[in-house]
């Protein structure tokens, strides 16, 4: 996945980081939303809810006659959509450290383009790494509100 618009983005040290706070650092490329993709998710966690794998169910009772995503389907992808963003030099170890808030939006109907875009918040030093606090915004194509918003915590650990 590319990052269009803004280009790589380096971070050396925990100043680096701190230099980008309130800076956009990536536009992921447009990732097609599939029933396949879906029915691979609801498989893996044991959310067989209808509105998302019950496409018969879905065609007479879903207001677009489609299923949609899971939230936490949607939430997942980031990692994957936002990997290109920033490259960490000299980088030993990256840690999920978690998530401050994330908010649901707008549904991802079955066939919806989702891409992805990022801003970081705030870098710290935490425990001897950087902890980067970052807000990404998930967005369908077609839709004035985004599908997802979160605020993502790493943590990023440089060799000695």
């Known amino acids: 996945m590319s990052n269009r618009g803004t280009g790589l983005r380096i971070i050396e040290s925990i100043e680096d980081a701190k230099a980008l706070?309130?800076?956009?650092?990536?536009l992921s490329d447009w990732v097609v939303i599939d029933q396949h993709?879906?029915?691979?998710?609801?498989?893996?966690?044991?959310?067989y809810q209808w509105i998302h794998v019950d496409?018969?169910?879905?065609a007479r009772e879903m207001p677009n006659g489609r299923t949609i995503s899971h939230g936490y389907l949607t939430l997942s992808l980031i990692p994957a959509?936002?990997?290109?963003?920033?490259?960490?030099?000299?980088?030993?170890?990256?840690i999920n450290f978690g998530l401050n808030k994330v908010r649901?939006?707008?549904?991802?109907?079955v066939g919806s383009k989702l891409r992805a875009r990022a801003k970081v918040l705030q870098a710290r030093r935490r425990?001897?790494?950087?902890?980067?606090?970052?807000?990404?915004?998930?967005?369908?194509?077609?839709?004035?509100?985004?599908?997802?918003?979160?605020?993502?915590l790493g943590m990023y650990f440089f060799n000695d």
């Not at 706070?21 to 990536?26: I, K, L, P, Y």
């Not at 496409?55 to 879905?58: K, L, S, V």
């Not at 959509?81 to 990256?94: G, M, S």
């Open 127 to 152: 425990a001897g790494a950087l902890l980067l606090t970052s807000e990404t915004r998930l967005e369908v194509e077609g839709e004035r509100k985004p599908a997802c918003v979160a605020e993502t």
């Open 55 to 58: 496409t018969e169910r879905a």
């Open 81 to 94: 959509l936002t990997d290109n963003f920033v490259e960490i030099a000299n980088l030993a170890r990256a």
């Open 104 to 109: 649901f939006y707008t549904p991802v109907p």
């Open 21 to 26: 706070e309130g800076e956009e650092v990536g």
């Open 37 to 47: 993709r879906i029915d691979q998710f609801a498989e893996a966690t044991g959310d």
